[in-house]
């Protein structure tokens, strides 16, 4: 075994110590023009995209030289056991991996800690392993491609990226990277016998092999089928999203139209007879939109940043940047680079209890239950909103935005906070009235107001997840006078805009599957504020009607294809079972493991004549 792994190191020592050389020059001469460990998870993907099509790659060329007959014999008939050569071969590979993506990492890290002012926590040594174990897996996803009997096998590559991209704690997700990778190598060793072509004995090695094949199939078909399913919409020109006019009456319609005329179509289903008269009125009324914009907050360590990490104090050349070792703000000159020193939440030394989210223009911070605007004579930060506890921030209209507002409102899981104007900007403000949200936060899209001659509209529209599956949503006007009294002036249903098969695709498409692949969402901790649980949706019976009629047609398709295939009576009554309840990836993985007979070995079967050996 030791013999095989230096072989294999050799084989590929060059090209690793050319990609580390590379990718190293490459890391630095990047890290001087943006501060790396600050990309948000956008730019992160596209990096990640890269060293994973690397690793896949270089997987799928190492084993393409292996598997021609005569070096597979030369391989696999030595005297080692099949799980010595494959740790020798993986754990070469494995160093190759970490010489040309890890080590370049930690030095560039290491060079930029010692080096310079900028901002170098302990979790992103973590993201550069968690980048290794994602080139490994793919590395392991495109060994496993080269060696299978068909091309559809490619799907696996699917896996990392479903098992591996979320947006939580980068030690968390360094923990799932492993499982990721000792599940792939489970399914490379099965592969690693004499006759590669041959489905995994044993259904141990069956079930560790089929389910990943079939959530990449699953992911596979979701995704293509979805961009199929809209460019024909979009040729149809149905498709609520690239027509002119929306579907009236539809979510789409209520989510894109300008605010007055939004307030205008639900005035219209009122029989409040003072509706004529704000109907008139809204033209000239101060419209006041509250976006819902932070459906997150940033987790401590965090894996990428999903939100802005470094301000310029204004009126300096100061950046400052969150660092979540020390749960402070870091300085350095933007010019000279020099140390600036640290900002906690007193200006000094007090730690953050979370990351804020940092918003423009300057340093201004918006935490789960309040607003901090930065007071640059004192240099400290000074709450100008607070909200109780029990509740977070999800939309803000207030002061820190630019241009001002005149008038402040905060939307939370909760209500809609409208604020009392303040003499000073530093001061906190006291609330003026607050709405109790009138259906489900998780389904809020927009809320508008407008200020009018007798009070202010209030407009909530749902609906934000009905393109995938959920119930219609609603448009709710309200009333506030100026006593802060409440009352209701209409309510109106959102049509859904999308065919009801395209947004239950993800349930019928393979109920065990979407039900697994929501799980990671379930177990890991991502600062979700409105999660949407995909999985207890109630259908409607079209969609079972799809499901049902897709499940028989898995199951016939397995019981036609296991026909030519020999196979035990117990395993091909296995396979009808798991098509029929799982679907077409369970099919369409069949038709990757299991192998049929030719229809000259199945004549010479009929025939009773002997087959070769």
Same mark, same amino acid.
């Given at each position: 075994?030791?013999?095989?792994?230096?072989?294999?190191?050799?084989?590929?020592? %060059?090209?690793?110590?050319?990609?580390?050389?590379?990718?190293?020059?490459?890391?630095? /001469?990047?890290?001087?023009?943006?501060?790396?460990?600050?990309?948000?998870?956008?730019?992160?993907?596209?990096?990640?995209?890269?060293?994973?099509?690397?690793?896949?790659?270089?997987?799928?060329?190492?084993?393409?030289?292996?598997?021609?007959?005569?070096?597979?014999?030369?391989?696999?008939?030595?005297?080692?056991?099949?799980?010595?050569?494959?740790?020798?071969? @993986?754990?070469?590979?494995?160093?190759?991996?970490?010489?040309?993506?890890?080590?370049?990492?930690?030095?560039?890290?290491?060079?930029?800690?010692?080096?310079?002012?900028?901002?170098?926590?302990?979790?992103?040594?973590?993201?550069?392993?968690?980048?290794?174990?994602?080139?490994?897996?793919?590395?392991?996803?495109?060994?496993?491609?080269?060696?299978?009997?068909?091309?559809?096998?490619?799907?696996?590559?699917?896996?990392?990226?479903?098992?591996?991209?979320?947006?939580?704690? @980068?030690?968390?997700?360094?923990? /799932?990277?492993?499982?990721?990778?000792?599940?792939?190598?489970?399914?490379?060793?099965?592969?690693?016998?004499?006759?590669?072509?041959a489905p995994p004995e044993g259904a141990a090695a069956t079930i560790a092999t089929a389910l990943p094949l079939q959530i990449g199939f699953y992911f596979a078909l979701l995704w293509v089928g979805g961009v199929a399913s809209q460019y024909m919409m979009i040729m149809a020109g149905t498709h609520p999203l690239n027509s002119a006019m929306p579907p009236a009456g539809g979510f789409?319609?209520?989510?894109?139209?300008?605010?007055?005329?939004?307030?205008? *179509?639900?005035? &219209?289903?009122?029989?409040?007879?003072?509706?004529?008269?704000?109907?008139?009125?809204?033209? %000239?009324?101060?419209?006041?939109?509250?976006?819902?914009?932070?459906?997150?907050?940033?987790?401590?360590?965090?894996?990428?940043?999903?939100?802005?990490?470094?301000?310029?104090?204004?009126?300096?050349?100061?950046? #400052?940047?969150?660092?979540?070792? &020390?749960?402070?703000?870091?300085?350095?000159?933007?010019?000279?680079?020099?140390?600036?020193?640290?900002?906690?939440?007193?200006?000094?030394?007090?730690?953050?209890?979370?990351?804020?989210?940092?918003?423009?223009?300057? *340093?201004?911070? /918006?935490?789960?239950?309040?607003?901090?605007?930065?007071?640059?004579?004192?240099?400290? =930060?000074?709450?100008?909103?607070?909200?109780?506890?029990?509740?977070?921030?999800?939309?803000?209209?207030?002061?820190?935005?630019?241009? %001002?507002?005149?008038?402040?409102?905060?939307?939370?899981?909760?209500?809609?906070?409208? #604020? &009392? @104007?303040?003499?000073?900007?530093?001061?906190?403000?006291?609330?003026?009235?607050?709405?109790?949200?009138?259906?489900?936060?998780?389904?809020?899209?927009r809320v508008d107001v407008a200020a009018l001659a007798d009070g202010e509209l209030v407009s909530f529209v749902f609906g934000r997840n009905t393109i995938d599956g959920a119930a219609a949503g609603k448009q709710v006007l309200l009333h506030v006078d100026a006593g802060g009294h409440i009352s209701q002036v209409a309510a109106r249903p959102l049509a859904h805009d999308y065919p009801?098969?395209?947004?239950?695709?993800? =349930?019928?498409?393979?109920?065990?599957?979407?039900?697994?692949?929501?799980?990671?969402? /379930?177990?890991?901790?991502?600062?979700?504020?409105?999660?949407?649980?995909?999985?207890?949706?109630?259908?409607?019976?079209?969609?079972?009607?799809?499901?049902?009629?897709?499940?028989?047609?898995?199951?016939?398709?397995? =019981? #036609?294809?296991?026909?030519?295939?020999?196979?035990?009576?117990?395993?091909?009554?296995?396979?009808?079972v798991a098509c029929f309840i799982i679907g077409i990836p369970s099919l369409l993985c069949l038709l990757v493991m299991q192998e049929r007979l030719s229809p000259a070995v199945r004549a010479r079967l009929r025939a009773g004549l002997p087959q070769a050996a």
């Amino acid at each position: 075994m030791y013999e095989l792994f230096i072989s294999e190191c050799r084989r590929f020592r %060059k090209a690793a110590l050319i990609a580390a050389g590379v990718h190293l020059t490459l890391l630095l /001469v990047i890290s001087r023009l943006t501060l790396v460990m600050q990309m948000d998870w956008r730019q992160q993907f596209v990096l990640l995209t890269a060293y994973g099509l690397a690793g896949a790659i270089f997987g799928a060329y190492q084993f393409v030289t292996y598997r021609q007959p005569a070096r597979w014999m030369w391989l696999m008939h030595r005297p080692l056991p099949r799980w010595r050569i494959s740790v020798a071969l @993986a754990g070469a590979s494995a160093l190759m991996i970490f010489c040309a993506i890890g080590l370049p990492g930690i030095l560039m890290l290491a060079v930029t800690k010692a080096a310079t002012s900028r901002v170098v926590d302990l979790h992103h040594y973590a993201i550069v392993l968690y980048v290794t174990l994602f080139t490994m897996a793919c590395w392991l996803c495109g060994s496993y491609v080269a060696l299978s009997r068909s091309k559809l096998a490619i799907v696996l590559l699917f896996l990392p990226y479903v098992l591996m991209l979320h947006l939580a704690s @980068a030690w968390t997700m360094v923990a /799932v990277g492993a499982f990721c990778v000792l599940l792939l190598a489970a399914i490379g060793y099965f592969v690693m016998k004499p006759n590669r072509f041959a489905p995994p004995e044993g259904a141990a090695a069956t079930i560790a092999t089929a389910l990943p094949l079939q959530i990449g199939f699953y992911f596979a078909l979701l995704w293509v089928g979805g961009v199929a399913s809209q460019y024909m919409m979009i040729m149809a020109g149905t498709h609520p999203l690239n027509s002119a006019m929306p579907p009236a009456g539809g979510f789409v319609e209520a989510s894109r139209i300008k605010d007055h005329k939004l307030f205008g *179509m639900s005035l &219209k289903l009122s029989s409040d007879p003072r509706a004529a008269q704000w109907a008139a009125e809204l033209p %000239k009324a101060r419209l006041a939109p509250v976006d819902v914009s932070y459906t997150r907050f940033p987790l401590r360590h965090e894996l990428a940043a999903g939100s802005r990490t470094v301000g310029q104090e204004g009126g300096s050349n100061g950046i #400052w940047t969150f660092s979540h070792d &020390k749960m402070r703000f870091v300085g350095m000159d933007m010019y000279t680079g020099a140390p600036l020193g640290e900002l906690g939440l007193d200006g000094r030394s007090q730690a953050f209890a979370t990351p804020p989210v940092l918003e423009q223009p300057g *340093m201004q911070l /918006v935490l789960p239950q309040q607003v901090l605007m930065f007071d640059t004579g004192a240099r400290r =930060w000074q709450a100008i909103m607070q909200l109780r506890g029990d509740e977070t921030i999800i939309g803000a209209r207030t002061r820190i935005d630019n241009p %001002k507002p005149q008038q402040e409102y905060i939307l939370t899981t909760k209500r809609l906070v409208a #604020w &009392k @104007a303040t003499a000073h900007p530093l001061q906190q403000a006291a609330e003026r009235y607050s709405i109790p949200m009138p259906g489900d936060v998780k389904e809020i899209r927009r809320v508008d107001v407008a200020a009018l001659a007798d009070g202010e509209l209030v407009s909530f529209v749902f609906g934000r997840n009905t393109i995938d599956g959920a119930a219609a949503g609603k448009q709710v006007l309200l009333h506030v006078d100026a006593g802060g009294h409440i009352s209701q002036v209409a309510a109106r249903p959102l049509a859904h805009d999308y065919p009801l098969l395209f947004e239950h695709r993800a =349930w019928w498409l393979s109920p065990p599957l979407q039900a697994l692949l929501a799980l990671p969402d /379930v177990l890991i901790d991502q600062g979700e504020i409105l999660p949407f649980d995909a999985v207890r949706l109630p259908r409607p019976p079209a969609a079972w009607a799809a499901a049902a009629v897709f499940a028989l047609l898995s199951a016939l398709g397995a =019981w #036609w294809w296991l026909r030519a295939a020999r196979i035990s009576r117990l395993k091909r009554a296995a396979w009808i079972v798991a098509c029929f309840i799982i679907g077409i990836p369970s099919l369409l993985c069949l038709l990757v493991m299991q192998e049929r007979l030719s229809p000259a070995v199945r004549a010479r079967l009929r025939a009773g004549l002997p087959q070769a050996a």
